[in-house]
């Protein structure tokens, strides 16, 4: 069998095999031999039939199986010879029979990305502290009060930083309304009414708020703000935006007390203290979470910052639009509109595509570090992942983990298996600094 490997740049190699006229003749025999000895012919018992009625009544099938068996051989052969990591072999291309018998075809492969990972123990990263610091619970609480707010209206003065607002408005750029300016629809930003926001620095867009203050009821106030150069929509980016305003409403909160009165409110039977604690425990198994989050980002952007290699095209593409259609997904849950996700179609795409070039570097990265360590998955690893996968979605461990085996997706259940234990040994090996000046990660 001569097998040749062109390798080519992103991870693209082209297969050329010549398999000669005895091999071919040798496999068929030995495949015409299996087909002879179950073949049912009419006029013959089973097994009796001659081996030139089989080879013609069998044409077909015994065809398929050579060719099959011939590419699979070549395959095999072809990872032995060149000491290849194949991600996919492709489909047989040109395959021909030449007149002695001989049989040649090319096929494109898709490889694994060569990787040299740079030293993966004791990479240092920097987390805030894990205790939950008073004022985050301290928000909690306020945010618990918002909740069960009433709201009164305000006479007699104008509105200031903190109030809320019933407001109606519309927007332009550059004197156009904006939908014009982006040729697309714009969402939120075109206009709405009966629009409620608090005047706060973080409500809306930053700096509109402010430049509410001292409006009174019936008042109408344009007000422009300068869209940040890293905003969603990219042609807005950078742009002044003018919202002509009007303030239909402004009302005060009116906060209840934190007391046994509202804990009755919120879980029969509890002190506001009891609720206090649990509203404290749940918030320090979410800041651990987030924290070890916080360690595995810093750990793959160490990776990223100084490992850089090529990527298959085919892959890029296929996680691009997992990802494509998951921050698509988020977005819906969010309250977006389709219009809305479609005039952010190329920030998506882009968005999308930086993500799947990091993930795949990283899974590839993480794959190697598995190697090297010698982190493996068993066989009872794998199925108590799949039972407890099938147990979340109500469905027969059984019949789950067999349907996943049919479809051929139990090598890369327990590769991602075998990542996450990689990045847990990465987590037990780094070098963790607790700082106060430490930021918790937005998600």
């Known amino acids: 069998m001569n097998i040749v490997v062109e390798k080519q740049p ?57 060719n099959e068996r011939l590419v699979n051989e ?41 990787v040299q990972i740079p030293e993966y123990k004791g990479i240092q990263v920097t987390v805030p502290p894990l205790a939950v610091p008073e004022e985050e ?21 104008a509105a200031a930083m903190g109030d ?20 697309k629809p714009a969402g939120y930003l075109s ?67 934190l007391d046994d009165e509202m804990a009755a409110k919120l879980a029969p039977g509890k002190t506001m203290a009891e609720i206090t604690e649990i509203i404290r425990e749940n918030m320090a198994g979410e800041r651990k979470r987030r924290i070890d989050d916080m360690k595995v980002n810093q750990i793959v952007a160490h990776f990223n910052s100084l490992v850089d290699f090529d990527l298959p095209d085919d892959l890029v593409n296929q996680e691009t639009q997992s990802q494509a259609d998951a921050m698509v997904r988020r977005g819906v849950q969010a309250g977006m509109s389709e219009e809305e996700i479609e005039s952010q179609q190329n920030e998506i795409f882009a968005s999308a595509g930086h993500q799947a070039v990091s993930n795949l570097r990283t899974n590839f990265i993480l794959q190697e570090i598995a190697r090297v360590e010698k982190i493996t998955v068993s066989d009872a690893e794998l199925i108590n992942h799949l039972a407890r996968v099938a147990q979340s979605r109500k469905v027969s461990p059984k019949k789950f983990i067999k349907d996943m085996q049919r479809a051929g997706r139990l090598s890369s259940v327990r590769s991602s298996i075998a990542i996450g234990k990689a990045i847990d ?15 918790l990660t937005e998600e």
């Open 425 to 439: 040994f990465l987590v037990e090996n780094a070098e963790v600094v607790e700082s106060a000046e430490a930021v």
């Open 191 to 257: 206009g709405r009414e009966g629009f409620w926001i608090r005047l706060d620095e973080k409500a809306f867009l930053p700096g509109f708020a402010a430049q509410m203050e001292g409006m009174n009821p019936g008042d109408t106030r344009e007000i422009s703000v300068t869209l940040p150069d890293d905003f969603p929509v990219a042609d807005l980016q950078g742009k002044q935006i003018t919202f002509s305003t009007t303030l239909k409403e402004l009302k005060e909160a009116i906060l209840p007390e």
């Open 164 to 183: 809320f607002a019933v407001i109606d408005y519309s927007s332009t750029v550059e004197g156009k309304p904006t939908e014009e300016f982006i040729g």
């Open 74 to 114: 070549a395959y095999d052969e072809a990872l032995k010879q060149e000491n290849l990591k194949v991600l996919d072999f492709g489909m047989p291309e040109n395959l021909t029979t030449a007149e002695d018998g001989a049989i040649s075809f090319v096929s494109k492969l898709t490889l694994a990305p060569e």
């Open 10 to 66: 992103k991870c693209v190699a082209t297969l050329r095999v010549e398999i000669p006229a005895e091999k071919v003749q040798g496999q068929r025999d030995q495949i015409v031999r299996g087909f002879a000895s179950k073949a049912r012919v009419p006029g013959f018992r089973p097994g009796k039939a001659p081996k030139a009625i089989v080879e013609k009544r069998f044409e077909r099938e015994i065809t398929e199986e050579l």
């Open 137 to 157: 619970l301290q928000s909690q609480l306020k945010a618990l009060q918002e909740r069960f707010a009433d709201f009164k209206d305000l006479e007699g003065r």
